[in-house]
């Protein structure tokens, strides 16, 4: 029997949804088990997007325009891609860095939320499988033995417990919104709401079990500098019903009864390194100076041998920064590495996203990608004023890059699968919440371009 035409638009239209969904969950996946998988399919992704965004009617009213942001990362996609021509063909003989690709990734954010546009409508959707697979990774990455050995736990799905714990705190800092979300929806049916919020909890719970047995000090930090953030943005932006209040009771609860179990551990794995580093920023405040703090504490041999290591590595690419402050050293900067200040640290990872970026672009790399995150935050938070995203979604989305922001000032993130796909979501996201502005008349559209 012949399908009629209702049945097979409702199969057509049913069948896209899955694939993107399906797409967007192998784009992030590195939140949960880690790969370069997010690379093959945005790749495979775009090209089809992109060919159907310029097909489109320019003066289409429903065709977005990039803006000037838009514009600069593809300015700075250029920039990159020439800058890395040049040095690779007149310095060959200097070689090139590794993971210099991933700076020329700005140049697809625009597209990227654009497909975001078009292909997830509905986002609820892929939110629930968002923390369905969390649940598992979290359960499946869960060393309760380690815990009570007072051991480092044993890395499951990512290459090391640093990343490891990267990931399982991007994840905790999304389930308290998603709660409130949740207790805020009077639509949804009562057993799906409160399985959706007990599973919430869950991976709380989990998550941070997982997060204190990886033994990741930065990521401590991290988590310590953004829980409380979000808390206080769950308290300011929703109204104070009895379902919100008790997300913030229980995750006060949560918090403490985690630091009060989890503080000897803590103390034993991080208490001499907080105590060095407090030296070490007395020891700038009093005037000692940067690289003479640094290199004093370097010759200390009380100081932790992993936080001595850094302070090499972080010592020497600012001292080799310091040589070509604005632009950087380009792609062309390892060769300088190997004549560095402390060659005992024995890494071409900097254990630093910021010294990352400036040791290749300098001034203007840390100033591009500090526009450009300022300019996502901006649209997600104008997206929220204006009733186009939920509350919710703004206090993932910034405690989330908050996090991130904290834990590059020791790792170096966003080398990794994680911090890549991270970024590139994060700055589609800004320009799909700039799209979705558009749409709703919130965003003025004064020429073809911007």
């Known amino acids: 029997m012949r399908e009629d035409s209702p049945s097979r638009y409702f199969s057509t239209v049913f069948a896209r949804d899955v694939i993107a969904h399906g797409l967007l969950l192998i784009f992030i996946s590195a939140v949960w088990i880690e790969s370069d998988a997010y690379r093959y399919v945005a790749l495979a992704s775009l090209l089809p997007v992109t060919i159907i965004y310029f097909r489109s009617d320019f003066r289409s009213e429903d065709k977005p325009l990039i803006g000037y942001i838009g514009l600069l990362c593809i300015a ?35 597209i990227s939320g654009y497909a975001l546009l078009v292909g997830i409508r509905r986002p609820f959707i892929a939110v629930v499988a968002f923390v369905l697979i969390s649940f598992v990774a979290a359960a499946v990455s869960f060393d309760p033995m380690a815990i009570v050995e007072g051991r480092r736990a044993e890395v499951v799905l990512h290459e090391n417990p640093i990343h490891a714990a990267v990931a399982q705190g991007m994840v905790v800092l999304c389930m308290l919104p998603f709660a409130s979300y949740l207790l805020r929806r009077d639509d949804m049916r009562g057993i799906l709401r409160a399985g959706l919020v007990v599973l919430s909890f869950a991976i709380l719970f989990l998550g941070l079990a997982n997060i204190y047995a990886l033994e990741s000090k930065g990521v401590w930090a991290a988590l310590a500098a953004a829980l409380p953030v979000q808390l206080l943005l769950i308290a ?15 995750a006060f609860v949560a ?18 390194t907080a105590e060095a580093m407090m030296e070490l920023l007395s020891a700038i405040a009093d005037g000692l100076g940067l690289l003479e703090s640094m290199e004093h504490a370097i010759r200390d041999y009380t100081v ?22 604005i632009f950087g050293q380009g792609v062309t900067w390892l060769d300088k590495w ?45 997206a929220k004023r ?6 919710a979604v703004f206090n993932a989305f910034f405690c989330v890059f908050l996090f991130f922001c904290v834990t590059i000032f020791s790792n170096s993130n966003i080398r990794l699968a994680i911090g890549e796909s991270y970024l590139w979501f994060c700055g589609a996201f800004g320009f799909y919440c700039f799209y979705q502005r558009q749409r709703q008349g919130c965003v003025s559209r004064p020429t073809t371009w911007i």
Not at 78 to 98: H, K, M, N, Q, W
Not at 236 to 250: E, K, P, Q
Not at 306 to 321: F, G, H, N, P, V
Request: proline share 3%; charged share 15%.
């Open 76 to 110: 700075w996609g250029i920039y990159v891609a020439t800058r890395f021509l040049y040095d690779a063909t007149v310095y060959s003989e200097a070689g090139i860095g590794s993971s210099e690709g991933i700076y020329l990734f700005p140049l697809f954010y625009t």
């Open 236 to 250: 300011t932006m929703h109204s104070a019903r009895r379902g919100v209040l008790a997300i913030l009771g229980l």
């Open 255 to 272: 918090v403490v009864v985690t630091v009060f179990v989890a503080w000897d551990g803590i103390r034993t794995v991080a208490g001499d």
């Open 304 to 325: 932790p041998e992993s936080l001595r290591e850094r302070l090499m590595l972080w010592a020497s690419a600012i001292l080799i920064w310091a040589e070509a402050p």
């Open 338 to 382: 190997q004549t560095r200040a402390y060659p005992a640290a024995d890494y071409n990872l900097l254990h630093n996203g910021y010294l990352e970026i400036a040791i290749r672009y300098g001034v203007v790399g840390l100033i591009f990608y500090a526009v450009l995150f300022s300019w996502v935050i901006r649209q997600v938070w104008r």
């Open 386 to 391: 204006e009733g186009i995203v939920d509350s």
